[in-house]
Every structure is written in C-alpha cells, then in structure tokens.
C-alpha cells in the first residue's frame, strides 16, 4: 500500500527533490559540461562524447597506462580500452610501449590531443569569465574556495577511513 501525503508534504518534498545542493551541484555541472561541450564543437572538436571528454582529464602529460586510467575512471580495463580505441580513431591519443617496461602500454596525446588540452583550457576560462560575470569577482572566488574546501574534507574523511 502506497503512503498517502497531503498536498503541502508533497509539494514540500517536490520542492526538496529540486533544491538540495546534490541536484544543484549536478545541475551546475550538466550545464558547464553542457557549454563546454558546445564550445568545444564550435572549435572543430565533432564527435566526442561526455565520456571521450572525461577520459582526457586523466591522461597524464607524459601517458598513462590502461589500466591506471581505468581506475581512475573507475571502470573496467575492457571499457577503458574501448574508449582509448575511439580517441585513437578521433586521433587524439595513441598508443606507445612503455619505455620502462616494454609488455605495458602508454596511452598518450597526439598532436590533435595537444589541441584539444589548448581548447579545452580556453574554454574553460571563457566559462569562468561568464561565471565571475554573473556572480562578482568575490563570489566567483568564495564559491571556488568553498567547492576546494569541500573536497579536501572528504578526501581527508576518505583518508582517514582506509
């Protein structure tokens, strides 16, 4: 039997469901992802996905294995491999022996990949430019120093659990 609710309970859990700052963090991050993504369309970057775009922010400079990079993703190496295989065919990374260990492969940039990170970074700025825009130069920076906060003191708990 399903729970009865009066109207002002529901409404008030209507309200709740939009408002808590889970949703408003998630919706804050569509809608950058979402402008990023346009962005970067505009700037010849066709065809990649949200996960394509997420993947090349945990590619170090100099390679990354797979399997470090699934982990970081947090999904497996045969997911992982599918994506690196389609970045490949975008041309954007490639795949290298590992000089120091010659049975593990690296996945790095290439040059289109290179371009990318450049177009990407200035992106990024023209949002943040558009963010300090709406909110003030000081708001922009406390609600930067709160996110940080934020995350550093559930990086801490995280730490401190293991």
């Known amino acids: 039997m399903e729970p009865t609710f009066d109207a002002i309970e529901k409404a008030e859990i209507v309200k709740q469901r939009q408002q808590h700052i889970g949703r408003l963090l998630q919706r804050a991050y569509r809608a950058f992802t979402e402008q990023g993504t346009a962005l970067l369309q505009a700037r010849g970057h066709q065809g990649l996905s ?21 982990e970081r993703a947090g999904m497996t190496k045969q997911a992982m491999g599918q994506l690196v295989t389609e970045l490949e065919q975008h041309g954007y990374v490639s795949r290298k022996p590992d000089p120091s260990d010659r049975r593990a492969t690296l996945v790095r940039f290439t040059a289109a990949g290179w371009q990318f990170l450049r177009d990407a970074a200035e992106v990024k700025r023209a949002i943040e430019s558009e963010y300090t825009a709406a909110l003030g130069t000081d708001r922009f920076a406390e609600l930067r120093q709160s996110l940080t906060m934020l995350l550093d003191y559930y990086a801490q708990a995280a730490k401190s659990s293991s």
């Not at 775009?53 to 294995?65: A, I, M, P, Q, R």
Request: aromatic fraction near 10%; charged fraction near 15%; glycine fraction near 4%.
């Open 50 to 70: 949200l996960a394509h775009t997420t993947f090349l922010s945990y590619v170090d400079e100099d390679g990354t294995h797979i399997t470090v990079l699934a």
